[in-house]
């Protein structure tokens, strides 16, 4: 007989985030009503962060698999095959709800989590990065939100002992009110010692491991799952806390108990915490799971069941463990001073069973409680794309005064201020530090080895087009990675959206989809894992549409890595892909956002078969040792990614864009798929005899200064003294 102490009202209902159809299906299944803690359980596993509800049949349209992907989405984190019996293994998770209500330990666990998502797989972390979206810079949180944000991302990141290698700061204001904090982490594993979560074996220990277990984030999934409004504040105990030395100390226990042979299956204690971790264990094994709470190590005095399976106490692991090394593997976990216990057992029978004080307060079909979550096919309707813009319509500006007053801007200043409280070094791998087109790392062990990798999206593209917001999204990811020299191997996601129940919200979701599996397909890019956050909205008003996409790619040898600043004076500056006109596309621009506060017109169309041909090219330049620096244009045009690459190196260039050039749509349009290229004088009379893509010379390096097309030449200095400003100032006023 199942205690129920708590009667089940509907408002206790509504409160876990389960609509009345939700909750019959739940009478339904189990032909009773639940406990209170049953009901927890239920809410826990139904709702939309961990079961997918509303995105799950769209996510099943995007390319997975490829010659390289060993494991897809379905684990801890995609693996995928770098050669030479090693793997990289990587994923992006967002935990944005938390870090609006608190922002040091919302970001912090933030960190911690998704490199818990990382070694629970066995692999060791080799690098860190994080995508954040803030509101306007003048809102009166939003200072406050950085600078917690910031700090606990290097708080638990340095601390830990992981590089930040990249990632993207964006403000607007439409974040005012629910801010993102997506973190990405990636390690390194053999690829014969995989670890993953299914459940194997009848009767076998379920054993406990990790910190203990506190109140801190019970219900943290659930209230995820949920819009905010004006009662914020009163979800801040919904936020975890977390120890960056306690989880050290867990990822070395996990590898020397994974190096022991002891471990048949373990899973992270990370969004609903036991409750989540046993069911998906259990299930995946075709297993029942019996759990006894009182053995369950606690920090806190008489905490109720409910509490202990919602808990989202940081660095704690659950795993089911070979009995005869169970003797090796307690003494491996008081080693390094952590909890170890045994609190159950796997099952042949099928249900999820919770004991406390001797009774049964819950038991449930194990299955069911995942395979049988609500799963909608939501109503949308597909989003209007504007209409084009005339260059009429468009406002002139000095081409000089607009390029100081957009690298001097909130969204195109330097990051510095941000990744300088970031260890940036540490492990002593990283070959580039951030600021330019994707960190790289060298894989250790090997001699010539490197990664890439990179975090992209423009939310403004993505909601003028979500569909090609999302091909965009992706094919910037892809073009970071190739412009260091890396073959892009494989994507993560993190889909950053509105409330689904609002059918143009789900419109674009459901649009950006499309446009990110139309990419990977072109790409040869699969999404190997990721995550969904919805209902990112306060008082009704939604985000901006925010598919953000991280990626990895490989580089054979490192010695021929790109880099963005100008190698030297006297190199000829090269504009590859772009066949028509060196630029055209203000619509969505930086241009038009930044210096007029517009926001009209349709994004840059993406054609991706150019995207993969020019990609292609320009990584050969890379590894032929033609090319001297590479960048990629994003935000900001050419006349941007021109003065990055000065910045960069302290050397000027002259540049001309020809007469038939319109200078401001040349420097400022956003077309896609292009790269700046130097090479020397020598390498360009021979390459360009026979270029087998459009590349188009319009100038030479050289000198202090920059100079654009017909307008007056800038200092170099000048333009790092505005670019570096902006971020120091805003935060110290």
Not at 141 to 169: D, I, M, Q, R, W
Not at 346 to 355: E, G, P, Q
Request: one cysteine or more; hydrophobic letters at 40%.
């Amino acid at each position: 007989m199942i205690r129920n102490d708590i009667p089940i009202t509907d408002d206790l209902v509504a409160s876990h985030g389960l609509k009345p159809d939700e909750y019959q299906r739940i009478l339904d299944l189990i032909g009773r009503e639940p406990s209170f803690t049953e009901l927890g359980i239920f809410s826990a596993m139904w709702n939309e962060h961990c079961s997918y509800k509303s995105s799950k049949k769209w996510l099943k349209t995007l390319p997975t698999k490829g010659p390289r992907v060993i494991q897809g989405p379905g684990e801890n984190a995609g693996v995928v095959d770098i050669g030479d019996g090693q793997t990289v293994i990587f994923k992006m998770e967002s935990h944005n709800h938390p870090s609006y209500i608190e922002p040091y330990q919302g970001a912090a666990t933030g960190v911690g989590g998704i490199l818990r998502d990382v070694f629970t797989m066995g692999a060791r972390p080799i690098a860190a990065m994080n995508a954040l979206r803030f509101g306007e810079p003048d809102h009166t949180k939003t200072k406050h939100l950085v600078s917690g944000v910031v700090a606990g991302v290097g708080g638990y990141g340095n601390s830990f002992g992981v590089p930040t290698v990249g990632g993207e700061v964006q403000f607007d204001e439409r974040y005012n009110g629910n801010i993102l904090v997506n973190a990405f982490a990636a390690g390194l594993a053999d690829a014969d010692k995989i670890f993953l979560s299914e459940a194997k074996g009848v009767g076998l220990p379920v054993v406990y491991l990790g910190a203990k277990t506190g109140r801190d984030g019970v219900g943290g999934a659930t209230m995820a799952s949920a819009e905010f409004d004006d009662s914020i504040e009163e979800k801040r105990p919904t936020v975890q806390v977390g120890d960056p030395f306690t989880e050290k100390c867990l990822l070395e226990a996990c590898l020397e108990l994974m190096a022991s042979g002891a471990v048949i299956a373990i899973q992270d204690m990370g969004a609903a915490g036991l409750t989540c971790s046993a069911v998906e264990m259990g299930a995946k094994g075709d297993l029942g799971i019996r759990l006894e709470l009182d053995k369950v190590p606690v920090r806190e005095e008489q905490m109720s069941a409910y509490e202990m399976m919602l808990s989202e106490s940081q660095e704690r692991m659950l795993m089911v463990l070979r009995p005869e090394k169970e003797e090796e593997a307690q003494a491996i976990f008081h080693k390094w001073g952590l909890d170890f216990a045994i609190v159950g057992e796997t099952t042949d029978d099928l249900r999820f069973r919770v004991i406390h004080q001797g009774e049964e307060v819950a038991n449930l079909p194990i299955k069911e409680l995942g395979d049988e979550a609500p799963e909608y096919d939501r109503p949308w309707v597909a989003p209007k794309v504007p209409e084009p813009l005339a260059r009429e319509d468009v406002a002139d500006m000095d081409i000089a005064d607009a390029l100081l007053k957009l690298v001097g801007s909130p969204n195109l200043s330097s990051r510095r201020w941000v990744w300088e409280q970031y260890d940036t070094l540490i492990q002593g791998n990283s070959l580039q530090l951030p600021g330019g087109d994707a960190g790289v790392t060298r894989v250790e062990g090997h001699a010539t080895k490197a990664l890439a990798f990179s975090s992209d999206v423009n939310p403004r593209y993505c909601e003028a087009d979500p569909f090609e917001g999302g091909k965009q999204a992706v094919a910037e990811c892809w073009r970071n990675i190739t412009a260091t020299g890396a073959l892009p191997l494989a994507a993560t996601d993190n889909l950053n959206f509105g409330n689904p129940e609002r059918p143009e919200i789900m419109g674009q979701l459901v649009h950006a989809i499309k446009g990110i599996g139309e990419a990977c397909r072109a790409l040869d890019f699969p999404i190997v894992s990721g995550n969904v956050s919805l209902y990112n909205e306060t008082n009704g008003r939604g985000i901006l549409p925010t598919p953000t996409i991280a990626g990895v790619g490989l580089i054979d040898d490192w010695s021929k890595t790109a880099r963005v600043a100008f190698a030297a004076e006297d190199h000829e500056i090269v504009v590859i892909g772009a066949p028509d006109s060196l630029g055209s596309h203000l619509g969505q621009s930086a241009y038009l956002r930044e210096l007029f506060g517009r926001n009209d017109g349709p994004p840059p169309p993406v054609d991706l078969a150019h995207e993969k041909r020019v990609g292609d090219h320009v990584r050969k330049l890379i590894r032929d040792g033609i090319a001297t620096a590479v960048h990629d244009c994003s935000d900001g045009g050419l006349g941007v990614a021109l003065a990055e690459m000065a910045m960069a190196s302290g050397i000027g260039a002259i540049v001309e864009t020809g007469e038939a050039q319109d200078e401001l749509a040349a420097f400022y349009g956003e077309d896609q798929g292009r790269y700046v290229v130097t090479m020397t004088k020598a390498a360009f009379e021979t390459y360009s005899a026979n270029p087998e893509v459009s590349a188009v010379s319009i100038g030479t390096t050289g000198g202090t200064s920059l100079k654009l097309g017909n307008a007056r030449a800038i200092s170099v200095e000048q333009l790092k003294r505005t670019h570096e400003g902006w971020f120091p100032a805003f935060m110290d006023n």
